[in-house]
């Protein structure tokens, strides 16, 4: 089946209209800081105009025909491509980023929820432009098209791939989309007026505290402070700790504990596995600076679980400068950027489930060994994993790979050093934001070359969509029946 190329383009208008709100929103912040609105008001204007022309676009505007997957992946794609371009437009216009290339940058890092960035002072910027820089991360850590899923139904369309490809979760929380999607975004509102609330109570401004909840919920790491968190309290980084802790867990076991399902989050593998790694890893760089760094036990536990959440979580906020760390620190800081958060939850990278998959091959593969008649059976969640879709899981790792080896290699002929080509890669491909080398915490992307920068946007948003799902595109066959 061909794609429904003018119907997909009527639903991408439709999430057009979101980003259009969105920058009138931003222009509020704008009046309350007597700053110009301009720059926001005419984005929204451009933005309105162009979902107006998709909306004049021939065909029906109704259909009881069900989106295909070749649907979904278009709409997915091009929507997440279309919010980076126009969300460059207040950068440009306000002249806090001059160049296009720049702004298409940090905008493609805000909505992918990545927080890579190329702002050498960022607190110069007008207090909208943070607002906005900030809220792209919100818009896309719930997902432009889980939004656009609870206005699908007024078309009538059969919306669960669009969801499905976006956000990776598998498991229906109610049979009909539209209700997912809303619990979702009901969740996904708690958490952010829930930090919002702590923050403020550990003696943030109203701005940083919206700002920083923007981007811990999303998973995003864009801070409108230069030092990130490093300035704050141990009271606002335990904060902010457990929330990107809670933001890298999947939306659907926040469901079953609002519903006191216990037994769902129980019997879920890939929760208790997440928990257990970043527990793990924490203890393990808790001790490395405990032993070989002059810091108390409490600073070392809260440096070194602030950066292992925030990397495994793929939000990128830094409490600390990691690359001043013992290099078997921040080597550890470096493999644990391809970890990544929970399927359904706002984080990017490979994803925990993935990882416990790959675990169980490598088990069933040594029993095997062992035992070769013997009838092993892959489990995850207390359901067995057919063929299929492990092959599938195991594919996706092998890609992942391939294509971090193979943008990593461009990046050095581009003229980056061995651990500022591999992190940045890394780190973009994950949703990460700060690398090591040259991209670490405390520095940013702004030197790079224009083929770097666009290369990196490339691989933010492939990273986003799970590789796949924009990968399928460029495939010739895509647009043949």
Request: aromatic share 16%.
């Given at each position: 089946m061909v794609i429904h190329l003018f119907l997909n383009l009527k639903i991408v208008a439709r999430s057009l209209f979101i980003l259009a709100f969105a920058l009138v929103f931003s222009a509020i912040v704008a009046v309350i800081y007597s700053e110009s609105v301009l720059p926001l008001i005419f984005s929204a204007g451009v933005v309105f105009l162009s979902a107006g022309l998709f909306l004049l676009l021939p065909g029906k505007k109704n259909t009881e025909e069900s989106l295909t997957k070749k649907d979904a992946g278009f709409i997915v794609s091009v929507s997440w491509m279309l919010f980076s371009f126009f969300g460059a437009l207040p950068y440009v216009l306000?002249?806090?980023?001059?160049?296009?290339?720049?702004?298409?940058?940090?905008?493609?890092?805000?909505?992918?929820?990545?927080?890579?960035?190329?702002?050498?002072?960022?607190?110069?910027?007008?207090?909208?432009?943070l607002f906005w820089r900030s809220l792209t991360h919100w818009i896309g850590g719930i997902g432009i098209i889980v939004l656009v899923i609870v206005i699908l139904p007024v078309l009538n369309i059969g919306s669960y791939n669009l969801f499905t490809l976006e956000s990776s979760v598998q498991e229906k929380i109610q049979?009909?989309?539209?209700?997912?999607?809303?619990?979702?975004?009901?969740?996904?509102?708690?958490?952010?007026?829930?930090?919002?609330?702590?923050?403020?109570?550990?003696?943030?401004?109203?701005?940083?505290?919206?700002?920083?909840?923007f981007g811990t919920v999303a998973t995003g790491g864009f801070s409108p402070k230069n030092s990130s968190m490093i300035d704050y309290s141990p009271y606002i980084?335990?904060?902010?700790?457990?929330?990107?802790?809670?933001?890298?867990?999947?939306?659907?076991?926040?469901?079953?504990?609002?519903?006191?399902?216990?037994?769902?989050?129980?019997?879920?593998?890939?929760?208790?596995?997440?928990?257990?790694?970043?527990?793990?890893?924490?203890?393990?760089?808790?001790?490395?600076?405990y032993l070989k760094m002059d810091k108390g036990f409490e600073e070392s536990f809260r440096e070194a679980f602030f950066q292992v959440i925030s990397i495994i979580t793929c939000t990128g906020f830094a409490s600390a400068d990691y690359l001043l760390w013992p290099s078997i620190g921040w080597t550890i800081i470096f493999f644990i950027m391809f970890l990544g958060g929970s399927t359904g939850s706002t984080a990017g990278g490979i994803k925990m489930a993935r990882h416990l998959v790959l675990f169980k091959n490598i088990k069933r593969f040594i029993l095997l060994t062992r035992s070769p008649n013997a009838i092993v059976q892959l489990k995850l969640n207390g359901n067995v994993v057919n063929d299929e879709n492990n092959r599938n899981i195991l594919s996706f790792i092998t890609i992942y790979l391939l294509v971090f080896l193979i943008s990593s290699i461009i990046m050095v002929m581009l003229g980056s050093d061995?651990?500022?080509a591999a992190s940045s890669v890394a780190t973009c491909m994950a949703g990460i934001g700060p690398g090591i080398g040259t991209?670490?915490?405390?520095?940013?992307?702004?030197?790079?070359?224009?083929?770097?920068?666009?290369?990196?946007?490339?691989l933010m948003i492939l990273g986003r969509l799970e590789?796949?799902?924009?990968?399928?595109?460029?495939?010739?066959?895509?647009w043949r029946k």
């Open positions: 306000s002249g806090s980023v001059p160049s296009f290339t720049d702004a298409f940058f940090e905008s493609v890092s805000g909505f992918t929820t990545t927080g890579a960035s190329i702002l050498t002072d960022i607190e110069v910027l007008p207090y909208s432009i049979p009909k989309i539209k209700d997912v999607g809303l619990r979702l975004l009901y969740i996904y509102l708690s958490l952010t007026f829930a930090e919002v609330v702590l923050l403020l109570a550990g003696g943030m401004n109203l701005f940083e505290s919206i700002c920083h909840s980084q335990y904060v902010v700790m457990i929330f990107m802790l809670l933001a890298g867990i999947n939306f659907v076991i926040h469901y079953h504990i609002l519903k006191r399902n216990f037994k769902k989050v129980k019997e879920n593998d890939e929760f208790w596995f997440y928990l257990i790694v970043v527990f793990i890893v924490g203890m393990i760089v808790s001790f490395i600076l061995g651990k500022t991209v670490g915490p405390v520095s940013n992307f702004f030197h790079l070359s224009v083929a770097a920068k666009l290369i990196l946007s490339f590789i796949l799902t924009l990968l399928m595109l460029f495939i010739p066959g895509y």
